[in-house]
């Protein structure tokens, strides 16, 4: 079963190709390719958002390791939208601009976290 987006898209390319010929047997595989095609289609974007689920978790769980002291990463969420909040020791929020997905939102805020605490202990 391929894995590599590459992978996935060279099949979904060999299942709209068909295949040549004619009759009823023909018509009922190249039917059943194009049903493959969508199918795959499907799964391939749901990968993507399970891909991105998983990696929004694994910085959640990075952030409850590596943020230093009493510093604070709060995911919002609002109707179409959401974004990443940061607080210092003192229950401050941070300045942040968060960019990019979620996950990528959070692992940017730990690393400002980390440079800000490493900053304020000189």
């Known amino acids: 079963m391929p894995t590599e987006k590459r992978s996935v898209e060279a099949l979904m390319k060999d299942c709209q190709r068909?295949?040549?010929g004619?009759?009823?047997?023909?018509?009922?595989?190249?039917?059943?390719?194009?049903?493959?095609?969508?199918?795959l289609g499907r799964l391939d974007?749901?990968?993507e958002a399970l891909s991105e689920n998983a990696e929004l978790h694994t910085q959640i769980q990075r952030a409850a390791g590596e943020l230093p002291g009493a510093w604070v990463i709060k995911l919002v969420v609002e109707r179409q939208c959401g974004g990443v909040e940061v607080f210092d020791e003192a229950g401050v929020e941070v300045e942040f601009?968060?960019?990019?997905s979620l996950s990528e939102q959070?692992?940017?805020?730990?690393?400002?976290?980390?440079?800000?605490?490493?900053?304020?202990?000189h």
């Open 18 to 20: 068909g295949v040549a």
């Open 22 to 39: 004619k009759g009823s047997s023909i018509e009922a595989a190249n039917n059943l390719l194009a049903e493959c095609y969508g199918a």
């Open 45 to 47: 974007k749901e990968n």
């Open 97 to 100: 601009d968060g960019q990019g």
């Open 106 to 121: 959070v692992s940017d805020a730990i690393e400002l976290a980390i440079s800000m605490h490493k900053e304020d202990q």
